[in-house]
């Protein structure tokens, strides 16, 4: 593991990003039962009330509560710095952003200005003061690395998806009118989400963690310099100009996808794991989507020409932006669990020897069965959209991998907090 220009004085007491974690894939079992109970007519369009309700179910409820609890961690090892008051300031995000999440999948099943306005008011506060927090340590004299651009621009993102989302919640239920551009407001927040938020905060993490994590070389510094940049800067023109737009922010992610095959194909320690597998599969994703999407729609069966942008975007969320969340927390729970309890060793050394193998956090065995069963669920996913009859495996498959995911949690949390016992014992002695 590569940890040179790290800095670990700033954690935050890491039950914080657990709450975040833990949550998250109980939002999939959820968005499992949604699946089951809304049958066939779920896949049938992108504005069903349904598959709207299940779209921000995975956005909401698993990436952005995944990618907030990670910021409290990944931005003091990197940037040296982490945020004030991080308790109160997780509380009140974790919270809101739950009953926010709930209350905005609940108004698309079942419309009513009460739910609008409740899930208005609490995902306002939870993302408004988790950006405030976050840009405010973001502005201030960081080391100007790529990934901290990166998480500037990625926060940028997040802001812009907030306002988009305000607005078309807003228009809902009278209080703006913007009918006449409602559907332009509504791809844009979708990309910004997606493509801004999700992507662009991948790509800046991945500049990290790829190194850290596995002894790979850095990425080409013309990718990792000037991609994240230029993939901002392209949305901002899609608001303009979409349909010129989107085939270059394919084209960048294939760009993006190349270099980290390459960076990954240079690491020293070329073992299996399967996080390399997660990030291996989100790579060749991307790639085939450069493929699907610039193949000339009179190439493809008439099936797939009609499903194409919503096979593109859910191929694009389930096989590249989950796949990599999956992926890193396989790595993120056993390393900063480890972290932390070397910490609280400092003033007894000789507790370090109560501290289990990182592995033992987490078995490699357990994480090779995760990946096969996020394989298989993308297929089910892909082949439900053509042949929606299939629904119910896809909901089944949901159910067992990310009660799995939450299995491994659990069983990684348990053992941090029945090692930090007895290193407390140790001290205490």
């Known amino acids: 593991m590569n940890i040179n220009g790290l800095s670990f004085n700033a954690l935050p007491p890491i039950d914080l990003p657990f709450r975040f974690f833990i949550t998250a894939p109980i939002f999939i079992i959820l968005c499992a039962f949604l699946i089951l109970f809304s049958g066939e007519t779920l896949w049938v369009s992108r504005w069903q009330p349904s598959m709207l309700a299940l779209t921000h179910g995975f956005t909401l409820g698993f990436l952005t509560m995944v ?40 108004n698309f099943i079942w ?20 950006i405030l927090t976050f840009t405010w340590v973001l502005v201030k004299k960081l080391s100007q690395g790529d990934s901290i651009i990166g998480f500037r621009l990625a926060m940028s993102a997040l802001f812009i998806v907030l306002l988009l989302g305000v607005g078309l919640l807003s228009q809902s239920i009278g209080f703006l009118s913007v009918n006449s551009i409602g559907k332009m407001l509504t791809n844009s927040h979708a990309l910004f989400g997606l493509v801004g938020w ?36 392209l949305l901002i023109f899609s608001i303009f100009q979409p349909v010129f737009v989107v085939p270059f922010i394919i084209l960048i992610h294939g760009v993006f996808a190349l270099s980290l095959l390459l960076v990954i194909s240079k690491r020293k320690r070329k073992i299996p794991d399967s996080t390399i597998r997660f990030w291996q599969l989100a790579a060749l994703t991307l790639i085939v989507l450069n493929i699907f999407y610039f193949t000339p729609d009179k190439f ?97 498959l949901l159910l067992i991998e990310f009660s799995w995911l939450l299995y491994l949690m659990i069983k990684v949390m348990r053992l941090y907090f029945l090692t930090l016992t007895k290193i407390n014992l140790s001290v205490n002695e």
């Open 300 to 396: 493809l069966p008439s099936f797939i020409r009609q499903q194409k942008t919503l096979l593109i975007t859910a191929v694009y969320l389930y096989f590249y932006l989950v796949a990599v969340i999956q992926g890193m927390l396989l790595k993120i729970l056993p390393f900063l669990s480890y972290t932390h309890l070397q910490q609280k060793c400092l003033v007894n050394f000789s507790a370090m020897q109560t501290i289990p193998h990182m592995h033992k956090f987490l078995n490699k065995k357990h994480g090779q069965w995760l990946f096969y069963l996020h394989f298989m669920t993308g297929i089910v996913l892909f082949y439900t959209l053509v042949i929606p009859s299939t629904y119910w495996l896809l909901s089944l």
């Open 111 to 130: 419309p009513s200005k009460l739910l609008t306005i409740s899930s208005l008011i609490f995902l306002v506060c939870s993302i408004g003061v988790y």
């Open 198 to 233: 999700g992507s662009l905060l991948i790509i800046s993490v991945s500049f990290q963690v790829i190194s850290m994590f596995h002894v790979a070389p850095s990425f080409p510094k013309l990718i990792s310099r000037y991609l994240p940049s230029s993939l901002f800067f």
């Open 67 to 106: 990618m907030m609890g990670a910021l409290l961690q990944l931005l003091p090892v990197i940037g040296g710095v982490g945020i004030a008051r991080p308790r109160l300031v997780v509380s009140v995000c974790h919270s809101t952003l739950i009953i926010g999440i709930l209350c905005l999948m609940a």
